[in-house]
C-alpha cells in the first residue's frame, strides 16, 4: 500500500524502512527475508524503536505493559538470538535513548532501575542514570 503513495524526494525511503523493520538479521524475517547485509541502518533502528514502544506500550488490549527492566531483557535476548542489530541496540541503552523516551511516554510505575551490566553489552552506560 505504501508503495503505491507519491512520496516526495526526500521520503522515498518510507516504503524500504517500514517493510525492512520486521525483518530478523539472521533473514527469517518477513516480509522480504532479507539478511543483515541487506538492511539499510534505518531499518534496524526502526525495528529496535519499534519493539520497545511494542513492549511498553500500555494502549494494547492483548497484553500489558511491560516495565523498562524487563523490555530490555526480552530486547537483549532478541539481540543474542540475533533478531536485532547488536550495536544499534548498544548505542538505544548506553545512550539512554530507551530512558529519554520513558521518561516522556510511559506511566511511572513502568520506570524501574535497570541493571545495564546485566544485559551484556560491550561498553558501560556513559551519558544517563539507568533508574528514576
Known amino acids: ?9 526526500h521520503l522515498r525511503r518510507v516504503v524500504e524502512v517500514a517493510a525492512g523493520h520486521h525483518e530478523r538479521l539472521d533473514g ?16 534496524r533502528m526502526m525495528a529496535i524503536a519499534d519493539i520497545f514502544e511494542a513492549l511498553t506500550a500500555s494502549d494494547r488490549p492483548y497484553k500489558s505493559a511491560k516495565p523498562l527492566s524487563e523490555a530490555l531483557r526480552i ?16 548505542i538505544f541503552v548506553c ?9 516522556r511516554f510511559l506511566q511511572p510505575g513502568q520506570i524501574d532501575a535497570v541493571d545495564i551490566d546485566a544485559l551484556g553489552l560491550a561498553r558501560t552506560q556513559t551519558s544517563t542514570s539507568a533508574s528514576v
Open 75 to 90: 530486547m537483549a535476548r532478541m539481540r543474542d538470538e540475533r533478531h536485532i542489530d547488536p550495536d544499534l541496540f548498544e
Open 28 to 43: 527469517t524475517g518477513y516480509p522480504k527475508g532479507l539478511a543483515a547485509d541487506q538492511l539499510s541502518t534505518e531499518a
Open 1 to 9: 500500500m505504501l508503495s503505491q503513495l507519491p512520496f516526495p524526494r
Open 95 to 103: 545512550e539512554g535513548v530507551y530512558l529519554s523516551y520513558a521518561q
